[in-house]
C-alpha cells in the first residue's frame, strides 16, 4: 500500500477497517480529556469494558453460593479452566486436550523445565537467545544450579552479529547443530521483547529435534500478536501470560501448551497437585497421583476463578475476531508506524534514530533513540501518547488491532513531527 501521510488517509483507513467497533470494547486511558495514543499493549493491554460484569458474576456466586459455586455457580468453579481451553486452544494452534491456563507465566515454566529439562552427564546445554527477557533468563540459571552445573557451561546463547540488531535464522539453527548431542533443551521466545523480532518457531522446532533436544517457547510477546500453530509446529511445550496483547489485567493467569505425545505420557515426570489428578476419582482423596490425560495433568491448584474471569472475557474478543483478522490488522498498523517514523525523520531533523526490528515481527517496533532518546520518550508521553522505555536507549511501541486506530498512528507520526 502508497501510505500518505495526511490526516484524511488515516481517517480513510480507519473507516475501512473491519476492526474499528472493537475500539468501542475497551476503556482508553485519558489524557487531558482525549484518548491517549497508546503503544503499550507489548506491556499491558487495555482492559475490556466486559471485564468488570465477568468478574461481578463470580463474585455474585461466590456472594450467594458461598462454596456450593463450585458445582452451582453459572460457571461452576471446579472446572473453571474448561471455560477457557477451547478459545486458548485456537489462539495458539492446538489441540484441547494440549492447553491449560493456570498460575503464573515463569511458574509454569519452571513446572515445565521439571519435565522438560532432564539434564544428564552428557547432554545438559540449554540454548536460548542472548538477551532473553530477565525471568527466562534466571529461570534457565537457575534451572541448571539445580541440576548441579555451572550455568557458563550449561547455557548458550545466541547474539546477533557484530553490529546487527536481530538474530538471523541461520544463526540459531547453526548453533544448535554446532552443540550437537550435548544440548538437551532449545528454548527461545516466539517474539524478543527488546527488539520484537519475531522468531522461526518450525525451524527451531525442528532443529532442536534433529539433534535429540527438546524445543520450549516463552510466547509473552506472542500470543494474541502473531499466528501460532503449536501443534503443527511440533513445539515440546510454550508457556505464555495474559496480561499483555490478551488484555487480561496485571498478573495475569498464564496459559501452558504441552504436546499431545508428551501430555499422553502420565511417566513423565513433574510436580504434582490436586488439581491435576484424573478429575474422576479426584474426591476420592487416595495416595498415588494419576494425572488427568493431556496439559491438564500439570495443574496444581485449583483454578484463580477471578483472574481467569477477566481472562476468560478477552478470550471471547479474540475467539470472536479470529488470529487471522487480527494478524492482518495488526501487520498494517505497523508498517502505517514505520511509514509515519521514517517520513517524520525526513521532515525533521532533529530526529535521530533508527528501527531495529526487523520484517520478521508482530504489532512491536523498537527504534533505538540516541542519546536523545530518554527526551523524546518523555515528551511523547507528555502529548499523551503512552509508548515503553528500554534502558539503554530503545523506545518500543506497539499498536494493536483491538483498540488502536490509524489515527492514533497518524496522532504519533505528527508529534514526531513537531518535536
Partial sequence: MNFRSDESFALQLDKEDQLSSYRERFYIP???GEDT??????SLGLQPRSAASALEQELQDWQNLGVEGHF???NPWFHYHKFLTPKAAKLVGSKESEVVIMNNLTVNL???MVSFYRPTSDRFKIIMEGGAFPSDQYA???QVKFHGFDPKQAIVEVFPRKDEYHLRTEDILETIKEHGDSVALVMFSGVQYYTGQMFNIHEITKAAHSIGALAGFDLAHAAGNIKLDLHNDNVDFAVWCSYKYLNSGPGGVS???VHERHGNNPDLPRFAGWWGHDENTRFLMKKGFIPEKGAAGWQISNAPVLTMA???ASLSIFDEVGMDKIVEKGRLLNQFVEFHIRDAAVRNRKLKFEI???????CQLSILAGRNGKDLFDYLMANGVIVDWREPNVIRLAPVPLYNSFMDVYRFGQLLREY
Fill in 310 to 312: 477477566v481472562h476468560n
Fill in 110 to 112: 519452571h513446572l515445565m
Fill in 356 to 362: 531495529i526490528t526487523p520484517e520478521e515481527r508482530g
Fill in 37 to 42: 495514543v497508546y503503544f503499550t499493549g507489548n
Fill in 72 to 74: 452451582h455457580g453459572k
Fill in 30 to 32: 485519558q489524557h487531558k
Fill in 255 to 257: 496459559g501452558v501448551f
Fill in 140 to 142: 534457565m540459571e537457575t
